[in-house]
């Protein structure tokens, strides 16, 4: 009894996959130069891990290991899961570029199989269309800029060239951060899909300048200076006082400024009184002329050592007969 012939079997799709995946990341001797067997049985273990994880939607796990793969043995098929994994963990702009790279991936040297070529196709149209899917944002900055700005999107730096164009972006919730010197200013944006946004970003008005630091150095020829000054005065008063003094006493004993011998010593003493006198009025004036001119229009800002030969800044005291002050040079 003839019996009808059965129909072939079809083995599940699971048990497929590994088969189709190997037959997707084969390639040939000329690519292979110095991978050995090990190699690329290790990477096709990995694509096989990578596949598995991808179908329990372990995405993150699932790049890892397409992108272990593709670094030992690359191939647009690995390119293309990796980027489908990228999409799938709302990593859009970075998937735009891996698709990208899919496409440009030169099979000259390959065994060009239809899966190589099905895998670059495939990336090229998931390309075009996850593009309109990916949200634009626009970042400007408005008020002062200081000595300079720097601007940030989640905790990375971008090119100031980039202000005021439209970004591509991921979605979902983002941080801008402008900087400029210690102020910050920070701004929280939530896009979706296809959104377009603006985000300005406005900076206070600039710090007024810190008042210059006196020069130590100035302000203790000042302070010495006023010192010296007033101890002279001091002593101008007290020994201008006892010379007038003595001077009234010397014209009851010298009548016509003629002193009998007993009374030189007098005399004497009074004119020591006159030269002491003197020398405080001088030593007052001339330290209270240096010192005071010096705290009031000195120096006020310490030069910087590269500055000191092409300030170019003097300060002489003058000391003369009925003047006394400072002369400076600029």
């Not at 983002?174 to 946004?197: N, S």
């Not at 710090?207 to 630091?213: C, H, I, Y």
Request: proline residues 9%; charged residues 25%.
């Amino acid at each position: 009894m003839n019996r009808p012939p059965s129909k072939p079997t079809r083995a599940p799709l699971r048990t497929c996959l590994p088969l189709a995946f190997a037959a997707l990341t084969w390639l040939s001797p000329a690519v292979s130069t110095g991978q050995d067997f090990a190699t690329r049985s290790a990477a096709r273990k990995l694509g096989e891990e990578g596949i598995a994880l991808f179908d329990k939607g372990q995405y993150a796990e699932a790049l890892e290991k397409f992108n272990l793969a593709d670094q030992l043995v690359p191939a647009p098929t690995l390119g293309l899961r990796a980027a489908r994994s990228l999409v799938k963990l709302g990593r859009l702009v970075e998937a735009t570029e891996r698709y990208l790279a899919v496409t440009r991936m030169d099979l000259s040297r390959t065994q060009v199989t239809p899966a190589f070529r099905k895998a670059q196709a495939d990336a090229l149209k998931e390309r075009e269309e996850l593009l309109p899917l990916i949200p634009s944002l626009t970042i400007e900055v408005t008020g002062p800029l200081g000595d300079g700005i720097t601007v940030y999107v989640d905790g990375t730096q971008i090119p100031l060239a980039l202000l005021g164009q439209k970004r591509p972006i991921d979605p979902g919730q983002h941080e801008v951060e402008v900087r400029r010197g210690e102020t910050k200013v920070k701004k929280k944006v939530d896009l979706v899909v296809k959104q377009t946004e603006k985000v300005v970003l406005m900076l206070p008005p600039l710090p007024k300048p810190k008042p210059p630091e006196p020069d130590p150095f100035w302000r203790t020829i000042a302070w010495v200076g006023i010192g010296v000054g007033a101890g002279g005065m001091v002593a101008f008063g007290v020994t201008g006082g006892l010379a007038l003094s003595k001077e009234q006493e010397l014209t009851t004993k010298c009548p016509n400024r003629t002193c009998q011998p007993e009374f030189h010593a007098d005399a004497d003493f009074f004119d020591a009184l006159r030269y002491a006198t003197t020398a405080g009025l001088v030593v007052g004036v001339v330290g209270l002329g240096v010192g005071v001119p010096l705290l009031i229009a000195g120096p006020t800002e310490k030069p910087k050592k590269d500055e000191k030969k092409a300030s170019g800044i003097t300060w002489t005291p003058v000391l003369g007969i009925g003047t006394a002050g400072v002369r400076g040079t600029f």
